[in-house]
Nanobody, 124 residues
Framework: QVQLVESGGGLVQAGGSLRVSCAAS????????MGWFRQAPGKEREFVAA????????YYADSVKGRFTISRDNAKNTVYLQMNSLKPEDTAVYYC?????????????????WGQGTQVTVSS
């Protein structure tokens, strides 16, 4: 079955950087769109970034545009989220998502496969 395993979360000071990774198995990674979502305590899960299967198009939430970069390595079946200039409001559990789709959706319920999440905490 499909497995998505996130790693790389942790505690970082405001203004710092962190890179989270998501290793995928059980799916044809090179044909799957990949996304990152996050969920803070008491809030709904929200879209952060996504990348098409080909890697030629990326999408970002306005709140992270210019600070976060999503990328993928199809040879390693891994997608990355480089997070720079982190703010306390970026604190959340970050989830990796995958789906076979040409259209990128920002709503979580349009994505079929999910990882277990990794905690990112940004201290002020």
């Amino acid at each position: 079955q499909v497995q998505l395993v996130e790693s790389g979360g942790g505690l970082v000071q405001a203004g710092g950087s962190l890179r989270v990774s998501c290793a995928a198995s059980g799916l044809t990674f090179s044909r799957a769109a990949m996304g990152w979502f996050r969920q803070a305590p008491g809030k709904e899960r929200e879209f952060v970034a996504a990348i098409r299967w080909s890697g030629d198009s990326t999408y970002y939430a306005d709140s992270v545009k210019g600070r976060f970069t999503i990328s993928r390595d199809n040879a390693k079946n891994t997608v990355y989220l480089q997070m720079n200039s982190l703010k306390p409001e970026d604190t959340a559990v970050y989830y990796c998502a995958a789906d076979y789709t040409e259209v990128i959706f920002s709503t979580p319920n349009r994505w079929n496969y999910w990882g277990q999440g990794t905690q990112v905490t940004v201290s002020s």
